[in-house]
């Protein structure tokens, strides 16, 4: 009999882990407050004091620039709006091309299709799970206007050669931030370290308010562009003796007061909770650093990160079997770990669909994501800060335990 819960045993962990807990009595108060007032949005869409939000959307971009020491913080209703409206704000034109991330949220790449332009993905760096100046530069064209990279799992993006590489050719950087809100890059917040950073306040994100997002920048005309795209700007433009930026198409990307008041919260508590995935990650990984066949993901140097995911490296040669077996006698022992993330981007039908036959969204395009994503990767969205000591020491023990039996997964 095995002791193994795959083959019968006893599981390490027979209840749920804890779910991630954001919200107290402050976002109580503040939804009550803005509920009571009775305005739950503040836009109109023409000109005037109101074509930029209601109160609480204005205190929460004031607030979220003085945290963030950025000279624009841009609100809007998603992350995904956000790098639409940031896409919007560099002017592409039928025919540009963005260089993005293969792995990563689908939005990050899918973006550029809303303005007939065209996502040409450049590899990741296999410790950081961001494309690179290096992976980047290859795949450059004089087509290229803009490089859309994602800091995955919260590592933040090697930005210093990345933005030299991008002032050579006269291209601007979108950093999509939605995993690293409180990661840092040598004493930089993730998110201020391109021409525009995005952040995502979805519910599942280090501070959330259900749905929301932040696009920030330190440059006024950016800042103006995002602004028309959030909110109908064509209408605008006339009345604002807007000339050079005329040519932008709205969207109606605008952040309710409710959500606004919720952020506003949650911002105040944002090194709080990055503090404790920070610790627990870290409490983890040294739990898992004598294991063989397992290697937590490193740090850059002078990086700091919130591990949105605790990224490990899967060595199947060291264990002996294939990693989907590994985490199916994880998952049995009760610990749920992602299996490689996400597909390379490129996988999905639409890349297909709008360019048929094209290498560049070929199988094997991108070898290294194809790798993390098919064999070489598990990744944990387990590891937040709401686990207990308790919780990580159950997730070590099933990982020393499958380790130690495995063996038995070999028959
Ligand atoms: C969550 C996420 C997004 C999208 O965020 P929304 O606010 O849900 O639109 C974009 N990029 C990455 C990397 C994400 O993780």
Not at 42 to 47: A, E, M, P, S, V
Not at 365 to 388: G, V, Y
Request: glycine share 8%.
């Amino acid at each position: 009999m095995s002791e193994l819960a795959l083959f019968g045993g006893k599981p390490v962990r027979s209840t749920p882990f804890p779910a991630y807990k954001t919200l107290g009595e402050e976002e109580k108060a503040a939804a009550v407050r803005v509920v009571s007032a009775g305005v739950l949005s503040d836009f109109i869409g023409r000109d005037g004091p109101r074509f930029g939000g209601g109160a609480e959307v204005h205190a929460l971009e004031a607030e979220w620039a003085s945290r963030f020491a950025v000279k624009h913080a841009v609100s809007v209703n998603s992350a995904t709006s956000g790098l639409y409206a940031a896409l919007g704000a560099v002017g592409l034109e039928p025919g540009d091309e963005v260089v993005v991330s293969p792995y990563t949220m689908s939005a990050s790449a899918a973006g550029a299709f809303v303005y007939g332009a065209k996502p040409v993905f450049a590899d990741i760096d296999p410790e950081t799970f961001c494309i690179t100046a290096k992976t980047i530069e290859p795949v450059l064209t004089k087509r290229t206007r803009a490089i859309l990279a994602v800091d995955l799992f919260g590592h933040p993006i090697d930005a210093t050669p990345m933005m030299e590489l991008a002032k050579r050719h006269g291209l601007l950087v979108i950093e999509d931030a939605a995993q690293a809100a409180g990661s840092t890059y040598h004493g930089k917040a993730a998110g201020t370290l391109g021409h525009m950073g995005v952040f995502s306040l979805n519910v599942h994100k280090i501070i959330q308010a259900g749905e929301g997002g932040i696009v920030v920048t330190d440059d006024d005309r950016l800042a103006e562009r995002l602004r028309l795209v959030r909110n109908h700007g064509e209408v605008v433009v006339r009345d604002r003796k807007i000339t050079e930026n005329a040519d932008i198409v709205g969207f109606n990307y605008r952040m309710t007061e409710l959500e606004a008041a919720v952020s506003r919260e949650q911002l105040k508590k944002l090194d709080r909770f990055a503090a404790g995935w920070t610790e627990n990650s870290e409490c983890l990984q040294k739990a898992l650093s004598d294991l063989p066949g397992l290697r937590p993901a490193r740090l850059a140097e002078g990086c700091t990160s919130v591990y949105y995911q605790l990224a490990v490296h899967y060595d199947a040669t060291a264990m002996g079997v294939h990693r989907d077996v590994f985490i199916d006698a994880m998952r049995a022992e009760g610990v749920p770990l992602g299996q490689g993330y996400v597909e390379p981007l490129y996988y999905q039908p639409l890349y297909e669909k709008r360019h048929p036959g094209d290498p560049a969204y070929r199988r094997g395009a991108c070898p290294i994501a194809e790798s993390m994503w098919s064999e070489r990767l598990i990744n944990m969205s387990l590891i937040h800060a709401s686990m207990t000591r308790k919780d990580l020491e159950d997730v070590a023990a099933a990982f020393h335990k499958v380790v130690e039996h495995r063996r038995e997964l070999l028959a």
